[in-house]
Protein backbone atom coordinates (compact mmCIF):
# COMPACT_ATOMS: atom_id res chain seq x y z
CA UNK A 1 0.00 0.00 0.00
CA UNK A 2 1.04 3.22 -0.98
CA UNK A 3 0.44 5.36 2.32
CA UNK A 4 1.36 8.73 1.12
CA UNK A 5 -1.34 8.19 -1.47
CA UNK A 6 -3.98 7.67 0.73
CA UNK A 7 -3.22 10.50 2.81
CA UNK A 8 -5.30 13.92 2.46
CA UNK A 9 -3.16 16.03 -0.33
CA UNK A 10 -3.13 18.54 2.32
CA UNK A 11 -1.18 16.95 4.86
CA UNK A 12 1.46 15.54 2.64
CA UNK A 13 3.57 18.33 2.97
CA UNK A 14 2.61 19.26 7.05
CA UNK A 15 5.33 19.73 8.96
CA UNK A 16 4.78 18.32 12.73
CA UNK A 17 5.10 21.26 15.33
CA UNK A 18 8.34 21.40 17.22
CA UNK A 19 7.97 21.71 20.74
CA UNK A 20 10.85 22.91 22.59
CA UNK A 21 13.64 20.11 23.92
CA UNK A 22 12.21 18.35 26.94
CA UNK A 23 14.37 18.79 30.01
CA UNK A 24 14.77 14.61 30.67
CA UNK A 25 15.23 14.40 26.95
CA UNK A 26 18.74 16.86 26.89
CA UNK A 27 19.91 15.11 30.00
CA UNK A 28 19.97 11.88 28.30
CA UNK A 29 21.46 12.33 25.47
CA UNK A 30 24.01 15.05 26.73
CA UNK A 31 24.65 13.30 30.49
CA UNK A 32 24.13 16.65 31.88
CA UNK A 33 22.88 16.86 35.32
CA UNK A 34 21.54 20.46 35.49
CA UNK A 35 19.64 21.18 32.63
CA UNK A 36 17.30 24.51 32.76
CA UNK A 37 14.32 24.20 30.15
CA UNK A 38 13.76 28.34 29.04
CA UNK A 39 12.13 27.47 25.50
CA UNK A 40 8.34 26.57 26.06
CA UNK A 41 7.26 30.24 27.68
CA UNK A 42 6.26 28.30 30.71
CA UNK A 43 5.89 30.10 34.06
CA UNK A 44 8.58 29.41 36.71
CA UNK A 45 6.72 30.12 39.52
CA UNK A 46 4.68 27.17 38.47
CA UNK A 47 0.61 26.88 39.37
CA UNK A 48 -1.25 28.78 42.59
CA UNK A 49 -0.88 25.78 45.86
CA UNK A 50 -4.68 26.01 45.24
CA UNK A 51 -5.06 24.72 41.86
CA UNK A 52 -2.33 21.86 42.80
CA UNK A 53 -4.58 21.14 45.93
CA UNK A 54 -8.15 21.05 43.55
CA UNK A 55 -6.22 18.84 40.81
CA UNK A 56 -5.16 16.46 43.95
CA UNK A 57 -8.77 16.30 45.12
CA UNK A 58 -10.26 15.74 41.85
CA UNK A 59 -7.69 12.76 41.06
CA UNK A 60 -9.82 10.59 43.25
CA UNK A 61 -12.26 10.33 40.82
CA UNK A 62 -10.81 9.97 37.44
CA UNK A 63 -12.27 6.55 36.87
CA UNK A 64 -15.58 9.01 36.41
CA UNK A 65 -15.61 10.53 32.74
CA UNK A 66 -15.48 14.50 32.81
CA UNK A 67 -17.99 16.88 32.40
CA UNK A 68 -18.43 17.25 28.77
CA UNK A 69 -18.21 20.78 28.41
CA UNK A 70 -16.31 21.68 31.50
CA UNK A 71 -18.97 24.06 32.83
CA UNK A 72 -17.99 25.20 36.09
CA UNK A 73 -15.26 26.14 34.37
CA UNK A 74 -17.09 28.01 32.04
CA UNK A 75 -19.24 29.84 33.94
CA UNK A 76 -16.34 31.24 35.78
CA UNK A 77 -14.22 32.01 32.90
CA UNK A 78 -17.01 33.86 31.50
CA UNK A 79 -17.82 36.07 34.99
CA UNK A 80 -14.12 36.64 34.46
CA UNK A 81 -14.30 37.90 31.37
CA UNK A 82 -17.86 39.74 31.27
CA UNK A 83 -19.22 37.83 28.82
CA UNK A 84 -22.26 34.74 28.79
CA UNK A 85 -21.34 31.24 29.79
CA UNK A 86 -22.36 30.49 26.10
CA UNK A 87 -20.08 32.60 24.98
CA UNK A 88 -16.98 30.22 26.14
CA UNK A 89 -15.37 27.20 24.78
CA UNK A 90 -13.08 25.73 26.99
CA UNK A 91 -10.26 23.27 24.98
CA UNK A 92 -7.69 21.12 25.73
CA UNK A 93 -5.17 24.12 25.75
CA UNK A 94 -6.26 27.02 23.21
CA UNK A 95 -4.46 25.02 20.50
CA UNK A 96 -7.13 22.62 20.68
CA UNK A 97 -9.33 25.92 19.86
CA UNK A 98 -7.19 27.18 17.18
CA UNK A 99 -7.30 23.76 15.36
CA UNK A 100 -11.40 23.61 15.80
CA UNK A 101 -11.63 27.35 14.33
CA UNK A 102 -9.59 26.37 11.35
CA UNK A 103 -11.99 22.75 11.48
CA UNK A 104 -14.78 24.69 11.29
CA UNK A 105 -13.97 27.35 8.74
CA UNK A 106 -11.35 26.92 6.94
CA UNK A 107 -11.03 24.96 3.87
CA UNK A 108 -9.90 24.69 0.21
CA UNK A 109 -10.08 27.79 -1.51
CA UNK A 110 -10.22 29.95 1.73
CA UNK A 111 -7.66 32.39 2.71
CA UNK A 112 -6.27 32.88 5.68
CA UNK A 113 -4.48 35.89 6.74
CA UNK A 114 -1.40 35.50 9.13
CA UNK A 115 1.96 37.51 10.01
CA UNK A 116 5.30 36.03 8.61
CA UNK A 117 6.29 36.30 12.32
CA UNK A 118 2.83 35.12 14.00
CA UNK A 119 2.15 31.96 15.99
CA UNK A 120 3.51 29.28 13.88
CA UNK A 121 0.33 26.99 14.53
CA UNK A 122 -2.29 29.21 12.56
CA UNK A 123 -0.29 29.06 9.81
CA UNK A 124 0.20 25.35 9.78
CA UNK A 125 -3.12 24.38 11.21
CA UNK A 126 -4.44 26.64 8.28
CA UNK A 127 -2.99 24.99 5.52
CA UNK A 128 -3.72 21.29 6.99
CA UNK A 129 -7.22 22.42 6.15
CA UNK A 130 -6.46 23.04 2.54
CA UNK A 131 -7.04 27.12 3.46
CA UNK A 132 -4.19 29.63 1.79
CA UNK A 133 -2.36 31.07 3.66
CA UNK A 134 -1.52 34.79 2.91
CA UNK A 135 1.75 35.90 5.19
CA UNK A 136 2.07 39.75 6.04
CA UNK A 137 5.37 40.75 6.71
CA UNK A 138 5.85 42.45 10.17
CA UNK A 139 6.61 46.10 10.97
CA UNK A 140 9.79 45.81 13.03
CA UNK A 141 8.77 42.51 14.46
CA UNK A 142 5.16 43.78 15.54
CA UNK A 143 2.03 42.74 13.15
CA UNK A 144 1.41 45.19 10.73
CA UNK A 145 -2.46 45.54 11.11
CA UNK A 146 -3.07 48.11 8.27
CA UNK A 147 -1.46 45.87 6.10
CA UNK A 148 -3.07 42.66 7.17
CA UNK A 149 -6.53 44.42 6.64
CA UNK A 150 -5.42 45.37 3.08
CA UNK A 151 -4.38 41.89 2.54
CA UNK A 152 -8.04 40.76 2.94
CA UNK A 153 -10.17 39.89 -0.14
CA UNK A 154 -13.52 37.79 -1.17
CA UNK A 155 -12.15 35.08 0.29
CA UNK A 156 -10.97 35.79 3.26
CA UNK A 157 -12.23 33.33 6.06
CA UNK A 158 -10.40 34.14 8.91
CA UNK A 159 -7.38 36.28 10.14
CA UNK A 160 -5.22 35.34 13.22
CA UNK A 161 -3.15 37.88 15.18
CA UNK A 162 -1.24 36.80 18.60
CA UNK A 163 -1.03 39.84 20.82
CA UNK A 164 1.14 39.96 22.55
CA UNK A 165 2.53 37.58 19.88
CA UNK A 166 4.46 34.37 19.97
CA UNK A 167 8.17 35.00 19.10
CA UNK A 168 8.05 38.46 19.38
CA UNK A 169 6.56 39.55 22.38
CA UNK A 170 4.94 42.61 21.08
CA UNK A 171 1.83 43.64 21.69
CA UNK A 172 -1.12 45.89 19.07
CA UNK A 173 -2.94 48.88 21.03
CA UNK A 174 -6.35 49.51 21.96
CA UNK A 175 -6.43 51.97 19.03
CA UNK A 176 -4.82 49.43 16.46
CA UNK A 177 -7.07 46.90 17.03
CA UNK A 178 -10.41 48.44 16.99
CA UNK A 179 -9.29 50.06 13.69
CA UNK A 180 -8.94 46.28 12.10
CA UNK A 181 -11.87 45.11 13.59
CA UNK A 182 -13.87 48.27 11.93
CA UNK A 183 -12.16 48.08 8.57
CA UNK A 184 -12.69 44.45 8.39
CA UNK A 185 -15.51 42.67 6.48
CA UNK A 186 -18.15 41.42 8.49
CA UNK A 187 -17.68 37.83 7.37
CA UNK A 188 -13.90 37.89 8.53
CA UNK A 189 -13.17 36.09 11.25
CA UNK A 190 -10.54 37.82 13.68
CA UNK A 191 -9.20 35.15 15.86
CA UNK A 192 -7.22 37.36 18.34
CA UNK A 193 -4.66 35.23 20.26
CA UNK A 194 -4.51 36.52 23.88
CA UNK A 195 -2.35 33.73 25.30
CA UNK A 196 -0.05 36.06 27.65
CA UNK A 197 -2.76 38.90 28.15
CA UNK A 198 -1.90 38.81 31.67
CA UNK A 199 1.26 39.72 31.26
CA UNK A 200 0.24 43.11 29.04
CA UNK A 201 -3.03 44.00 31.21
CA UNK A 202 -0.98 46.10 33.30
CA UNK A 203 -0.34 48.92 29.53
CA UNK A 204 -3.02 51.45 29.44
CA UNK A 205 -3.07 50.90 25.67
CA UNK A 206 -3.67 47.10 25.98
CA UNK A 207 -7.32 46.65 25.28
CA UNK A 208 -9.74 44.25 27.51
CA UNK A 209 -10.93 42.84 24.36
CA UNK A 210 -13.83 40.56 25.99
CA UNK A 211 -15.32 43.54 27.80
CA UNK A 212 -14.88 46.32 24.67
CA UNK A 213 -14.58 44.35 21.66
CA UNK A 214 -16.63 41.44 21.65
CA UNK A 215 -19.91 42.76 22.31
CA UNK A 216 -19.44 44.84 19.08
CA UNK A 217 -18.02 42.74 16.98
CA UNK A 218 -19.56 39.31 15.86
CA UNK A 219 -16.62 38.19 14.29
CA UNK A 220 -14.31 38.69 17.20
CA UNK A 221 -13.01 35.27 18.74
CA UNK A 222 -10.59 36.07 22.23
CA UNK A 223 -8.07 33.46 22.81
CA UNK A 224 -6.79 32.77 26.46
CA UNK A 225 -4.88 30.24 28.16
CA UNK A 226 -3.97 28.21 31.75
CA UNK A 227 -0.26 27.57 30.14
CA UNK A 228 1.55 30.43 30.85
CA UNK A 229 0.77 33.08 33.55
CA UNK A 230 -1.69 30.24 35.87
CA UNK A 231 1.38 27.55 35.37
CA UNK A 232 -0.90 25.05 34.07
CA UNK A 233 0.88 24.06 30.75
CA UNK A 234 1.00 19.94 31.54
CA UNK A 235 -2.73 19.85 31.94
CA UNK A 236 -3.80 21.48 28.92
CA UNK A 237 -6.51 24.12 29.13
CA UNK A 238 -7.61 26.99 27.09
CA UNK A 239 -10.57 29.23 26.51
CA UNK A 240 -12.12 31.09 23.64
CA UNK A 241 -14.72 33.60 23.80
CA UNK A 242 -16.73 34.33 20.76
CA UNK A 243 -20.73 35.02 19.80
CA UNK A 244 -22.29 31.67 21.18
CA UNK A 245 -23.82 31.24 17.93
CA UNK A 246 -20.58 30.55 16.57
CA UNK A 247 -19.40 28.58 19.94
CA UNK A 248 -21.90 26.48 19.36
CA UNK A 249 -20.96 25.41 15.60
CA UNK A 250 -17.16 24.91 17.17
CA UNK A 251 -18.81 22.68 19.79
CA UNK A 252 -20.55 20.34 17.34
CA UNK A 253 -17.05 19.05 16.46
CA UNK A 254 -15.36 19.58 19.73
CA UNK A 255 -14.02 15.70 21.33
CA UNK A 256 -17.38 14.93 23.88
CA UNK A 257 -14.69 15.14 27.01
CA UNK A 258 -11.66 17.13 25.97
CA UNK A 259 -10.79 18.84 28.87
CA UNK A 260 -9.83 16.04 31.36
CA UNK A 261 -11.21 15.71 35.33
CA UNK A 262 -8.38 17.37 37.21
CA UNK A 263 -7.15 19.72 35.17
CA UNK A 264 -10.90 20.98 35.01
CA UNK A 265 -10.70 21.25 38.86
CA UNK A 266 -7.15 22.68 38.60
CA UNK A 267 -8.53 25.98 35.99
CA UNK A 268 -11.28 26.41 38.36
CA UNK A 269 -8.60 27.03 41.47
CA UNK A 270 -6.53 28.45 39.16
CA UNK A 271 -9.03 31.62 38.10
CA UNK A 272 -9.82 32.32 41.49
CA UNK A 273 -6.49 32.68 43.40
CA UNK A 274 -6.12 36.57 42.15
CA UNK A 275 -3.28 37.18 44.42
CA UNK A 276 -0.73 34.09 43.12
CA UNK A 277 -1.70 35.52 39.62
CA UNK A 278 -0.60 39.23 40.77
CA UNK A 279 2.40 37.75 42.37
CA UNK A 280 3.12 36.13 39.10
CA UNK A 281 2.75 38.92 36.54
CA UNK A 282 5.15 41.26 38.75
CA UNK A 283 7.49 38.73 39.82
CA UNK A 284 7.78 38.08 35.71
CA UNK A 285 8.03 41.70 34.92
CA UNK A 286 11.07 42.04 37.34
CA UNK A 287 12.43 39.09 36.46
CA UNK A 288 12.38 40.20 32.65
CA UNK A 289 13.40 43.27 32.48
CA UNK A 290 16.49 42.83 34.92
CA UNK A 291 16.96 39.81 32.15
CA UNK A 292 16.65 41.94 29.27
CA UNK A 293 19.42 44.18 31.28
CA UNK A 294 21.79 41.85 31.04
CA UNK A 295 21.01 40.80 28.04
CA UNK A 296 21.40 44.40 26.51
CA UNK A 297 24.75 44.98 28.65
CA UNK A 298 26.52 41.77 26.74
CA UNK A 299 25.48 43.64 23.29
CA UNK A 300 22.49 41.14 23.42
CA UNK A 301 19.97 43.14 21.76
CA UNK A 302 16.07 42.21 23.11
CA UNK A 303 12.75 42.95 21.21
CA UNK A 304 11.04 45.16 23.51
CA UNK A 305 8.33 42.43 25.28
CA UNK A 306 5.34 42.29 27.15
CA UNK A 307 5.38 38.71 27.66
CA UNK A 308 6.93 35.64 29.75
CA UNK A 309 9.83 35.54 27.00
CA UNK A 310 12.51 37.77 25.22
CA UNK A 311 12.57 37.98 21.57
CA UNK A 312 16.61 38.48 21.03
CA UNK A 313 18.82 39.59 18.02
CA UNK A 314 22.39 37.15 18.53
CA UNK A 315 25.39 38.18 16.40
CA UNK A 316 25.61 34.36 15.47
CA UNK A 317 23.09 32.41 13.56
CA UNK A 318 20.36 31.47 16.04
CA UNK A 319 20.60 27.69 15.63
CA UNK A 320 24.32 28.29 16.40
CA UNK A 321 23.45 29.61 19.89
CA UNK A 322 20.63 27.50 20.84
CA UNK A 323 23.00 24.35 20.56
CA UNK A 324 25.86 25.96 22.44
CA UNK A 325 23.77 26.69 25.14
CA UNK A 326 22.43 23.34 24.97
CA UNK A 327 25.49 21.80 25.02
CA UNK A 328 26.12 24.36 28.34
CA UNK A 329 22.64 22.77 30.04
CA UNK A 330 20.31 25.54 29.00
CA UNK A 331 17.55 24.97 26.54
CA UNK A 332 16.54 28.04 24.36
CA UNK A 333 14.24 28.32 21.70
CA UNK A 334 15.82 28.89 17.84
CA UNK A 335 13.65 30.48 15.86
CA UNK A 336 14.76 29.37 12.28
CA UNK A 337 10.77 28.23 11.00
CA UNK A 338 10.23 32.04 11.19
CA UNK A 339 12.61 32.85 8.93
CA UNK A 340 14.74 34.61 12.59
CA UNK A 341 17.78 33.19 11.74
CA UNK A 342 19.16 35.75 13.78
CA UNK A 343 17.07 35.09 16.79
CA UNK A 344 16.23 32.97 19.68
CA UNK A 345 13.64 32.95 21.84
CA UNK A 346 14.41 32.85 25.62
CA UNK A 347 11.88 32.47 28.54
CA UNK A 348 11.87 34.45 31.49
CA UNK A 349 13.38 32.25 34.04
CA UNK A 350 13.92 32.66 37.70
CA UNK A 351 16.57 34.33 39.15
CA UNK A 352 18.28 31.42 39.80
CA UNK A 353 17.60 30.12 35.89
CA UNK A 354 18.34 33.35 34.20
CA UNK A 355 21.79 33.16 36.46
CA UNK A 356 22.68 30.09 34.65
CA UNK A 357 21.74 31.23 31.35
CA UNK A 358 23.77 34.45 31.82
CA UNK A 359 27.11 32.30 32.80
CA UNK A 360 26.38 30.19 29.97
CA UNK A 361 26.21 32.46 27.75
CA UNK A 362 29.66 34.25 28.34
CA UNK A 363 31.43 31.05 28.05
CA UNK A 364 30.08 31.52 24.00
CA UNK A 365 32.75 32.99 22.00
CA UNK A 366 31.64 35.74 19.78
CA UNK A 367 28.91 37.29 21.62
CA UNK A 368 30.54 39.68 24.20
CA UNK A 369 30.56 42.97 23.13
CA UNK A 370 34.03 44.86 23.07
CA UNK A 371 32.21 47.16 26.13
CA UNK A 372 30.84 43.98 28.23
CA UNK A 373 35.30 42.23 27.70
CA UNK A 374 36.10 46.16 29.22
CA UNK A 375 33.95 46.01 32.17
CA UNK A 376 35.06 42.86 32.75
CA UNK A 377 38.47 43.53 32.33
CA UNK A 378 38.45 46.83 34.28
CA UNK A 379 36.18 44.51 37.53
CA UNK A 380 39.51 42.51 37.81
C1 LIG B 1 0.40 32.75 21.02
C2 LIG B 1 0.10 31.38 21.49
N1 LIG B 1 -1.11 30.87 21.30
C3 LIG B 1 -1.44 29.64 21.70
C4 LIG B 1 -0.51 28.84 22.35
C5 LIG B 1 -0.91 27.46 22.75
O1 LIG B 1 -1.08 27.40 24.12
P1 LIG B 1 -1.83 26.22 24.85
O2 LIG B 1 -2.28 25.25 23.81
O3 LIG B 1 -0.86 25.65 25.79
O4 LIG B 1 -3.01 26.86 25.53
C6 LIG B 1 0.77 29.31 22.58
C7 LIG B 1 1.77 28.47 23.23
O5 LIG B 1 2.91 28.74 23.35
C8 LIG B 1 1.08 30.61 22.14
O6 LIG B 1 2.31 31.12 22.33
Known amino acids: MNIEKQVRTELRSAKPYLPGKPIQEVQRELGLKRVVKLASNESFLGPSPKALSAQRKAAKDVWLYPEGASPLLRRAAAGHAGVAEGQVIVGNGSDEIIRLL????????????CSDCGFIRFRQQSEMMGAKVVSVPMKNLKHDLFAMARSVTPKTKMMFVASPNNPTGTYNTRAEVSSLLRSLPKDCLLILDEAYYHYATGLEDYPESTLEFLPKHDNLIVLRTFSKAYGLAGLRVGLGFANAELVSWIDRIRMPFNVNLPAQAAALAALEDKAFLRRCVRETAKNREALASALEFMGLHCVPSTANFLCVETPIPGAELFRQLLRRGVIVRPLDEYGLTRHVRISV????????????LKKIEGLFSGRERREEALSR
Open 349 to 360: GSAAQNKFLLLA
Open 102 to 113: CETFAGRGDEVV
